[in-house]
C-alpha cells in the first residue's frame, strides 16, 4: 500500500494556504502523484485525483492509482501488482480536510521460490475502502489521518502523523501500518518533512525504522512522494 494514496486530500488543504488558483481555466481540475518507500520490502505507486469542480473545493472526486513492489516472505519472494479506482466526496470544514472513498481494486502476484521457481496466483478482485484526514489544529501546525482497507488482498494500511511548520514545511513524526491476509505486518516509525516545494511540484520526505513480521530486528527505511496540480 503506498503513501502517494495518501497525500490526496493534503492538495486542498495546502493550496488555499499558498494562494494558489488551481484549475481556473478548465472545469475539472487534476492531481498527478507517485511515491517510492525503499525498506527490505519496496513499493512504487502512481496515480491521480480529479475532481468534477477544483480539487481545492468541496465536491465529488474520483481517486486512481496503480502500484507495485516486492518483499521477502521467509523462503519465498513475493511481488504484487495493485491498481484501484475509487470514487468519493471532499469536506472543507474550517479546521481542514476530510475525505471518504470506495470502489474497486485488483490485485495480482508472483510467488518465487529459493530454486528460482515462480507461480502466478490467479487476479484478484475486491472492494477498497479510503479515509483521511487532513487538519490544522493552528495556522502551523498539520495533523494526518489515513486509512484504507481492501478485499482483494484482505489488506489495511493506516498513517497517523504531525508536523510544524518549519523552513517552508511540515516537519514531525509519522507512524504507519500495513498487514494482509498472509500473516504479514509491517509497521514504521519516522520523521517526515511534507510540503517542500520543487518547483510546481511538491514533495514529501520520510525516513525512520521499520519493523516487519518476517524479520526479528529492525530495518530503516526511506520514502518519497512527489504531487503537482495539473
Known sequence: MSWAVAI????????????NEVGT?????????????SSPSVFVTTGAKVALDRIDREGFVVLG???GGRRQEATVMRETAIGAVVFGYQWFPDWGVVAAYAGPEGALEVVSSGCGCAHVLPPRFGLRLHGEIWARPSDETLLAATLILGTAR???WGR???????LGAYLGPETSLYLDETGYQKWNFGLHATDFALGRFSLRVSA?????????DTSPYVGLTVWTPW
Open 8 to 19: 490526496a486530500g493534503l492538495i486542498g488543504l495546502l493550496v488555499p494556504a499558498h494562494g
Open 25 to 37: 481555466t478548465s472545469p475539472a481540475s487534476i492531481l498527478l502523484f507517485g511515491s517510492l518507500e
Open 65 to 67: 492509482s496503480v502500484g
Open 154 to 156: 484482505t489488506s489495511a
Open 160 to 166: 497517523v502523523a504531525w508536523g510544524y511548520r518549519v
Open 208 to 216: 525512520g525504522l521499520q519493523l516487519a513480521s518476517e524479520r526479528r
